[in-house]
């Protein structure tokens, strides 16, 4: 169940980022023996979101995202390589049967999000670090287009952020601070720990956790609860605005019977001590342009 977990959140997170900028799949049966490859992605936006960083570029063709919960092993590689190769197959009978070469960049790069791995794992597969990349990635032989990302020897800049919150311990901790501290209107930021708090109370609905799970819950508990009363902090103030424009909607018709629609909607926007203002004011008006004129001065 915790691993379902695990994998759930991850995929539900890959799909948040990359949803406006192109087709995602998740959970994608393959073959007969059904092979579910976690995210096939392939970009339709000109444009990928550049605060994405390094998500970003993964995501500038098409690709296979397999992101592991534990470190993966070489019989998990091979296993995400028979996936991409099976979907190599389908791409060069579909090519085939509308007479048309596959082309390159229509093949998906297998990128394997792991925790952690060892240096033997990386040998086993020929893997080769690229300086245009960072520390970090590994790049199988070219033939392959596949790629391991080593999460917890990511750099822990901006541009890594979106991948180490899917990694373990430390690595993820870290993140979360550093998601912490973004502006309230990062483009991210709110999606992002919807996401990790609905992992942490179905982690919490569990009948036995990880010390890891346990960390992980009581991180996001301050968060979460600071979120919690920011959220009824706004509640309250948009019902005491609606109340204060009600107020003052009813006065004016009382004054000066029905409001045309526009400005009505204007004064339903109106701030709190706008409303204060103009509920002040309103006793001055002799007609409805003197309302209209405070209006487009307010």
Same mark, same amino acid.
């Given at each position: 169940?915790?691993?379902?977990?695990?994998?759930?959140? #991850?995929?539900?997170?890959?799909?948040?980022?990359?949803?406006?900028?192109?087709?995602?799949?998740?959970?994608?049966?393959?073959?007969?023996?059904?092979?579910?490859?976690?995210?096939?992605?392939?970009?339709?936006?000109?444009?990928?979101?550049?605060?994405?960083?390094?998500?970003?570029?993964?995501?500038?063709?098409?690709? $296979?995202?397999?992101?592991?919960?534990?470190?993966?092993?070489?019989?998990?590689?091979?296993?995400?390589?028979?996936?991409?190769?099976?979907?190599?197959?389908?791409?060069?009978?579909?090519?085939?049967?509308?007479?048309?070469?596959?082309?390159?960049?229509?093949?998906?790069?297998?990128?394997?999000?792991?925790?952690?791995?060892s240096q033997r794992i990386i040998t086993?597969?020929?893997?080769?670090?690229?300086?245009?990349?960072?520390?970090?990635?590994?790049?199988?032989?070219?033939?392959?287009?596949?790629?391991?990302?080593?999460?917890?020897?990511?750099?822990?800049?901006?541009?890594?952020?979106?991948?180490?919150?899917?990694?373990?311990?430390?690595?993820?901790?870290?993140?979360?601070?550093?998601?912490?501290?973004?502006?309230?209107?990062?483009?991210?930021? #709110?999606?992002?720990?919807?996401? $990790?708090?609905? $992992?942490?109370?179905?982690?919490?609905?569990?009948?036995?956790?990880?010390?890891?799970?346990?960390?992980?819950?009581?991180?996001?508990?301050?968060?979460?609860?600071?979120?919690?009363?920011?959220?009824?902090?706004?509640?309250?103030?948009?019902?005491?605005?609606?109340?204060?424009?009600?107020?003052?909607?009813?006065?004016?018709?009382?004054?000066?019977?029905?409001?045309?629609?526009?400005?009505?909607?204007?004064?339903?926007?109106?701030?709190?001590?706008?409303?204060?203002?103009?509920?002040?004011?309103?006793?001055?008006?002799? #007609?409805?342009?003197?309302?209209?004129?405070?209006?487009?001065?307010?």
């Amino acid at each position: 169940m915790t691993r379902f977990l695990w994998d759930k959140f #991850s995929k539900d997170y890959l799909e948040t980022f990359l949803a406006s900028s192109g087709d995602v799949k998740t959970s994608l049966d393959v073959t007969a023996e059904t092979q579910e490859i976690d995210v096939y992605f392939r970009p339709t936006s000109p444009k990928i979101p550049p605060e994405l960083g390094l998500l970003g570029k993964l995501a500038q063709t098409p690709c $296979l995202l397999e992101p592991y919960r534990n470190p993966v092993t070489i019989e998990g590689i091979l296993a995400c390589l028979s996936k991409l190769l099976t979907v190599r197959e389908q791409l060069q009978r579909e090519a085939h049967r509308n007479q048309q070469p596959l082309l390159a960049e229509n093949i998906p790069r297998l990128w394997i999000l792991t925790p952690t791995a060892s240096q033997r794992i990386i040998t086993a597969f020929s893997a080769l670090n690229h300086p245009d990349w960072g520390e970090g990635i590994y790049f199988l032989p070219p033939a392959l287009t596949t790629s391991l990302i080593v999460l917890h020897q990511l750099p822990e800049t901006p541009e890594t952020l979106w991948l180490r919150l899917l990694g373990r311990g430390g690595t993820r901790s870290r993140a979360i601070d550093e998601l912490e501290a973004l502006s309230s209107n990062h483009p991210f930021k #709110s999606a992002s720990l919807k996401l $990790l708090y609905n $992992l942490s109370r179905n982690l919490q609905a569990l009948p036995k956790r990880t010390q890891e799970e346990r960390k992980f819950i009581m991180r996001l508990a301050p968060l979460y609860e600071q979120d919690r009363e920011k959220a009824i902090q706004q509640g309250e103030a948009i019902g005491l605005q609606k109340e204060a424009s009600k107020l003052v909607l009813r006065q004016l018709k009382r004054r000066f019977g029905e409001l045309p629609p526009h400005i009505t909607e204007t004064i339903q926007k109106l701030a709190v001590e706008q409303l204060e203002y103009l509920g002040e004011a309103l006793l001055d008006f002799d #007609s409805q342009a003197d309302l209209i004129n405070w209006l487009n001065q307010a």
